[in-house]
Structure formats: structure tokens, C-alpha cells
């Protein structure tokens, strides 16, 4: 059962920016973007709670923005002043109560 279905990756020149969309089956209380690029192990991006606080990692501070949509179930990522190392798979992820949920990810590339 598909539970999460990432869109909105491509290809973006450095300085360029993207909007990632997560599209949920059902309400999660924390919703989170994790990226894996080729040869390294998956990283934590951002996360934001269903009241709305966030957490970012610092690569990322500044540049990108987490929101969500509580009513229909979806969460975002901009990207913005995007660099060639933000090239990887971004994969969301949501946590219910005992249970979480990981979507097929979605690929970015940063090039010229």
C-alpha cells in the first residue's frame, strides 16, 4: 500500500529552485525530507511537526523551506539557491504513532 508519493524533482541549474510535494494517504504527526546521493548513505533534510514547528539540517539552513498542507495531507519542500551538491534522491518520510512511512523518492539534479 503506497502511502506516500513524492513529485516535483528534475533537473535545475545551480542557483535555481524546485518545490518538492509529498502527497500522503492519511494524516502523519511528523513529516520529513531525507536525500541519499550516489555513493553516500541517506541524510536527514528537513522535518516539520503537525503544529507546524521545523527542524533543518545546516547544509540546508537558509535555502530551503518545509510546510504542509494538514488538509490535504501534503508537505513541501522549496529549494532555493540550489548547488550541485543538493543533486541526490529526496525521499519524505512520515511518522505515526508506532509506525512510519517512506515514499519512492523523487531525483534532483544541480547542473549547468
Known amino acids: 500500500q503506497v502511502q506516500l508519493v513524492e513529485s516535483g524533482g528534475g533537473l535545475v541549474q545551480p542557483g535555481g529552485s524546485l518545490r518538492l510535494s509529498c502527497a500522503a494517504a492519511?494524516?502523519?504527526?511528523?513529516m520529513a525530507w531525507y536525500r541519499q546521493a550516489p555513493g553516500k548513505e541517506r541524510e536527514f533534510v528537513a522535518r516539520i511537526f503537525s503544529g507546524g514547528s521545523t527542524n533543518y539540517a545546516d547544509s540546508v539552513k537558509g535555502r530551503f523551506t518545509i510546510s504542509r498542507d494538514n488538509a490535504k495531507n501534503t508537505v513541501y519542500l522549496q529549494m532555493n539557491s540550489l548547488k550541485p551538491e543538493d543533486t541526490a534522491v529526496y525521499y519524505c518520510?512520515?511518522?505515526?504513532?508506532?509506525?512510519?512511512?517512506w515514499g519512492q523518492g523523487t531525483q534532483v539534479t544541480v547542473s549547468s
Open positions: 492519511g494524516s502523519f504527526y511528523a
Open positions: 518520510r512520515g511518522n505515526r504513532i508506532g509506525s512510519e512511512a
